[in-house]
C-alpha cells in the first residue's frame, strides 16, 4: 500500500470516528459476521444448485429460510488477501492498496472494526484473518498466522507480548480440527464477555473449505456412498474462453499438465483421461463438502448459544465467504476468475426485527458494500472514503433504490500465479458479462512476468447463464458489445481504475 493512500484516508476516518456516538445495547443489534474461505453459493443447499439434494448446509439455509438470501452479490477480487481487505474497508483493491495475496493492511486501515469499536461495540475476530498486519483495531482477537493449520492450529492472541509473538496453540488432542477450534474460541468468548451492556460485533472467520480439504475426522466417510453431481461443462466447455487461443487454469483433469486436481488427489496418471477426471472431481467434491460440513456443524453450535442465551433475535447474523469457487465448472479448480461461480459470493442474513423470513434479492451488490451496510446497521455514518454502498433498505425488504448499480466491476491483477490465471478486469450486469484479458503483470506483486496474449469474452447471461457461449465477435452483439464496452471504461473511471499509470496495457486495447 503506498503511503499516499494511508495519509489521504486516516484523518477522514478520525473525523467520522470522533462522531460515532455510542448508544445502549439495547438499541444496536448485536452482529455476528461469519465468513468462510472459497465456500461457493453453488454448494449451500439454499441456493439450489445441483449439490443442494445432497443437503450440505442445514444450517446455512435456516439462515436463509428464516431471513434473506442474496442471489447477485459479488467480490471485486477473486482472491482471499484482497476480498478480506474490501470487507474491512469498503474500497477496491486499486483504491486500498491491497491488491495480490502479498499485500496486508494494519491497524489503521482496518476501518470497519476502527468504526463499530468507536460507535460502543465490543470488538472481536477470531479464525482466519489473513492480511499480514496485527488487527491491533479490534478489541479482541485470537486468530491463524497467515493462512493457518487445518489441524491443532496455533493462534496468535491480544494479550501482553508483542505481534507476532504473541502465540498459543489450542488445547486437545492433536488432530483437533480449526473450524472447531475456531468455534471454541468464539463460543468462549461470547459466554466471558466482560462489557455485556455493549453490543459485540464478532468477526468469525473459518479457514475451510480451502484447499487442500482437510476434514474432521468424524467426517471421513461423509459422501462415499453417494455420487456427486458433476457439472456438465466438466466434459464439454463448448465455447466458453477465449475463442482460437490456448485455454488457461487448472485444471480437474489432465488438460493442465503442470496442476490438475488429479494431482492433489492423488489419482494414478496412467489412467485413461476420462476415468482420471472422474475419480479426481469426485474425490475433490467429497473433500470440499466434507470440510462444508464442518463449517455449517458449527455454525450450528454458534446459532444453539445464542438461542440458550435468548441473543439469538437480537443478533444480526451473515454468512458469507471471501469469493467462490469453481467445483469442476469448465474443467476449473480454485477460484480467480471472473466467472461467475468464482464471482459469485453467498450472501444471507438473519435479523427478524428487520428482515423478513424468506426474502429474496437480485440486487447487483459486492464487496464494497458489506462494511457501510453493516455500519448502518450499527447506525453508524459511512465515511467518504469507502466506495461501497449500504443495502440495509434491500434486506428490510424496501424498494430498491432508483440510482441502485445495475452492474459491478471487477479485476484481478495476479497474473499467471498459482493457477495459471491471465490478469483480466470486466463488468457484469443482470443480462451480460464483458471480460477484458489484458495479460500483463503490471506491477502487481506476485505475478508472472511472461504475457498472455490479449483476449476479451462477451456472455448473454439471459441465454446462457452457465457461460458456455463466448459471443464476442458475433454480428448479432456488436451493439451490445460497444455499449458494454462503454459502460466498462465509464465504471472504471468511476471507481478510479483508470490505468493511466499503465501504457503497455493501454496499447493492449486497441
Not at 470440499?288 to 458449527?298: E, M, T, Y
Request: with cysteine; charged share 25%.
Amino acid at each position: 500500500m503506498s503511503k499516499q493512500v494511508s495519509v489521504t484516508v486516516v484523518p477522514a476516518i478520525l473525523v467520522v470516528l470522533s462522531a460515532a456516538l455510542p448508544t445502549t445495547a439495547a438499541d444496536r443489534p448485536n452482529i455476528l459476521f461469519i465468513m468462510s474461505d472459497d465456500h461457493a453459493a453453488h454448494a449451500i443447499g439454499a441456493y439450489g444448485s445441483r449439490l443442494a439434494k445432497l443437503d450440505p448446509t442445514p444450517n446455512i439455509d435456516r439462515l436463509a429460510r428464516e431471513g434473506a438470501r442474496l442471489t447477485n452479490v459479488f467480490c471485486t477480487n477473486s482472491i482471499c488477501v484482497p476480498s478480506r481487505a474490501t470487507i474491512m474497508t469498503g474500497q477496491y483493491s486499486h483504491t486500498n492498496g491491497v491488491r495480490t495475496l502479498n499485500g496486508g493492511l494494519p491497524a489503521e486501515r482496518q476501518t470497519l472494526a476502527l468504526l463499530m469499536k468507536a460507535a460502543g461495540y465490543e470488538t472481536a475476530i477470531v479464525g482466519k484473518w489473513h492480511l499480514k498486519y496485527e488487527p491491533g483495531a479490534f478489541d479482541y482477537y485470537c486468530v491463524f498466522p497467515g493462512q493457518g493449520s487445518y489441524f491443532n492450529p496455533i493462534f496468535r492472541v491480544r494479550g501482553p507480548e508483542a505481534w507476532p509473538n504473541n502465540t498459543w496453540r489450542t488445547s486437545g488432542y492433536n488432530s483437533k480440527h480449526s473450524s472447531d477450534a475456531i468455534t471454541d474460541v468464539s463460543l468462549k468468548w461470547l459466554k466471558g464477555r466482560k462489557q455485556k451492556d455493549k453490543p459485540f460485533f464478532l468477526m468469525h472467520h473459518f479457514k475451510a473449505p480451502h484447499d487442500n480439504f482437510e476434514n474432521a475426522e468424524r467426517y471421513d466417510w461423509l459422501y462415499d456412498d453417494v455420487d456427486i453431481p458433476e457439472p456438465d461443462s466438466l466434459w464439454d466447455r463448448a465455447n466458453h474462453g477465449p475463442a482460437g487461443k490456448p485455454l488457461y487454469g487448472t485444471s480437474v483433469g489432465p488438460r493442465n499438465k503442470r496442476r490438475n486436481m488429479g494431482h492433489h488427489m492423488f489419482v494414478d496418471p496412467e489412467l485413461p483421461a476420462e476415468r482420471y477426471t472422474r475419480i479426481a472431481y469426485q474425490r475433490y467434491l467429497r473433500k470440499f463438502l466434507r470440510c462444508v460440513k464442518g463449517v455449517d456443524d458449527n455454525i450450528g453450535r454458534l446459532l444453539e448459544h445464542l438461542e440458550k442465551s435468548d441473543q439469538l433475535d437480537n443478533t444480526l447474523i451473515v454468512y458469507t465467504a471471501d469469493q467462490g469457487f469453481m467445483l469442476g465448472e469448465h474443467d476449473y479448480i480454485d477460484k480467480r476468475w471472473m466467472y461467475d461461480e468464482s464471482l459469485r459470493m453467498p450472501f444471507v442474513v438473519r435479523y427478524p426485527k428487520w428482515i423478513r423470513s424468506g426474502t429474496v434479492s437480485n440486487a447487483i451488490i459486492n464487496n464494497a458494500d458489506f462494511a457501510p451496510t453493516l455500519l448502518a446497521a450499527a447506525d453508524i455514518e459511512t465515511p467518504k472514503e469507502m466506495q461501497g454502498r449500504s443495502f440495509l433498505t434491500i434486506l428490510q425488504g424496501k424498494p430498491v433504490p432508483d440510482d441502485w448499480p445495475t452492474s459491478t466491476y471487477y479485476r484481478y491483477w495476479m497474473h499467471m500465479a498459482h493457477h495459471d490465471n491471465p490478469a483480466h478486469y470486466g463488468i457484469r450486469t443482470h443480462d451480460h458479462k464483458l471480460i477484458f484479458f489484458y495479460g500483463l503483470p503490471l506491477d502487481a506483486r506476485g505475478a508472472v512476468k511472461e504475457p498472455t496474449p490479449p483476449h476479451w469474452e462477451l456472455y448473454d447471461l439471459r441465454k446462457d447463464p452457465h457461460e458456455m457461449n463466448n459471443v464476442y465477435g458475433d454480428p448479432a452483439y456488436a451493439d451490445i458489445m460497444t455499449l458494454l464496452k462503454t459502460r466498462l471504461f465509464e465504471l472504471k473511471k468511476r471507481v478510479g481504475d483508470t490505468d493511466d499509470q499503465y501504457p503497455e496495457l493501454l496499447l493492449r486495447l486497441n
